[in-house]
Structure formats: structure tokens, C-alpha cells
């Protein structure tokens, strides 16, 4: 049963951390997606990759957060530094860059920024 | 640039009864159309979509949606609710833009309560 992986699933940082979540993708997927979660602004897309390219990271701030993908197997989302209202749920999907392609979603990680 | 609307943020419906979810969209184009469900601390998981075909679209769990054009809504139905269905449900439209990928963009969200 193959599924995105996110770590960690939770984290509890001090303003000023670096926070790095992690995700891996299915195997066979050449798209990543990078969602935000808040309660405020509901679900908010932050970042895209085809093969290992960013696509579209025009959703993200770009003074302090930073997406890569070092391999096929893994995507990163850091923050430096991190503030609290950073805090949030970061969701990693995954999908094949079809038209009309499934987005298959991580279990996300709870970001608490103090 | 595609938008979605979900006017409902909460319903509350009774075990066994049927469930209809609204959504509509402003696209100038039929848009690829999706109904994702979010159960409490889980990630996003797919319903059903529509891209072509047969406006009416079955998916898991005993959902279905149907796509009306005149309306511009794909709102989300099932005939009898179970417990297990209380989430949040999110209408979400993709269209493939300029760079030749999709984009998606997802509605606020519906939150359904299931009472006994």
C-alpha cells in the first residue's frame, strides 16, 4: 500500500529554530506538492515540483522558507527562521503530473512555533 | 484565475440520512473537478473527480457528485450517512495552466457531524 511518508508528525520549536520537515513521495511520482493548513487561511499551496524542478513557489515566502529536492525519493520544507505564526499543519502530496492527476496527501506535520 | 466556493462550513446531519454538500466554481472553462475528505488529523484523501464522461461521478465510500454545467457546481451526495463519514470535505478545481501543469486550488472546507 504505497503512501507519502512526512516527518517528523509533530514539532514544538522556539521562534528564531530552523524547522526542516521532511517528505517521501510514492515511488513512481514525479510531482510534489507543499500545503500549509491553518485554520485562518484553510488549505494553502506553498510549493510545486515536477521531476526534482520547482514549478511554482509562489505561495511561499521566500525570506524564510526554503523547498528542495535533493533526490526523487525526498522533498524538504524549511523555515530559518521560524516565527510563530508559522505554526501550522505542512502537508506533502504527491502525483504523476497527469491531467486530472490524484494529489495523494501525507499525514502531515503539526508545526507549534512558541 | 479558478475559484471555489463551499457555502456551508458546518453541517450536522443524522445517522442514516442523506447528505448533500455544495460546492460551486468560476472557471471560464469545465475545470477538472475533485471532492477530497479529511478525517481528523489524517492528510487529504481522494472521493471521487470529474474530468469528462458521464456528469454524474461515483466514488468511494458510497459518494457520488454531479457536475452541472449550467450551474457551475459539483456538489457531493450520499444517500445514507455513517458515523464514520463525520470530516471535513473539500471541493477542490484543477485547471492545466500556461507552464503545462495542473493547479489546483481547494474550497474552505466542510465539516459534517454525524449524530446518532
Known amino acids: 500500500d504505497a503512501r507519502v511518508t512526512q516527518t517528523p508528525r509533530h514539532k514544538v520549536t522556539e521562534m528564531g529554530q530552523e524547522v526542516t520537515m521532511r517528505c517521501q513521495p510514492i515511488l513512481g511520482h514525479n510531482t510534489v506538492f507543499w500545503y500549509r493548513q491553518t485554520m485562518m487561511q484553510g488549505l494553502e499551496l506553498l510549493a510545486y515540483f515536477r521531476n526534482r524542478a520547482p514549478l511554482d513557489d509562489s505561495g511561499m515566502p521566500k525570506d524564510r522558507f526554503s523547498a528542495e529536492m535533493p533526490d526523487a525519493t525526498l522533498a524538504t520544507l524549511k523555515i530559518q527562521p521560524s516565527e510563530p505564526r508559522d505554526s501550522a499543519v505542512y502537508f506533502c502530496?504527491?502525483?504523476?503530473?497527469?491531467?486530472?492527476?490524484?494529489?495523494?496527501f501525507g499525514p502531515g506535520t503539526r508545526l507549534l512555533v512558541l | 484565475a479558478q475559484s471555489v466556493t463551499q457555502p456551508d462550513i458546518h453541517i450536522t446531519v443524522s445517522e442514516g440520512a442523506s447528505l448533500e454538500l455544495r460546492c460551486n466554481y468560476s472557471?471560464?472553462?469545465?475545470?477538472?473537478l475533485f471532492w477530497y475528505v479529511q478525517s481528523p488529523g489524517q492528510g487529504l484523501q481522494l472521493l471521487l473527480k470529474y474530468f469528462s464522461g458521464d456528469t454524474l461521478v461515483q466514488g468511494i465510500k458510497g459518494f457520488e457528485a454531479e457536475f452541472k454545467r449550467s450551474q457551475s457546481s459539483f456538489n457531493l451526495r450520499k444517500p445514507s450517512v455513517h458515523w464514520s463519514d463525520a470530516a471535513e470535505y473539500f471541493c477542490a478545481v484543477g485547471i492545466m495552466n500556461s507552464g503545462g501543469y495542473q493547479k489546483v486550488t481547494f474550497g474552505t472546507g466542510t465539516k459534517l457531524q454525524v449524530i446518532p
Open positions: 502530496a504527491s502525483g504523476s503530473s497527469a491531467p486530472g492527476e490524484t494529489q495523494y
Open positions: 472557471y471560464g472553462a469545465t475545470p477538472y
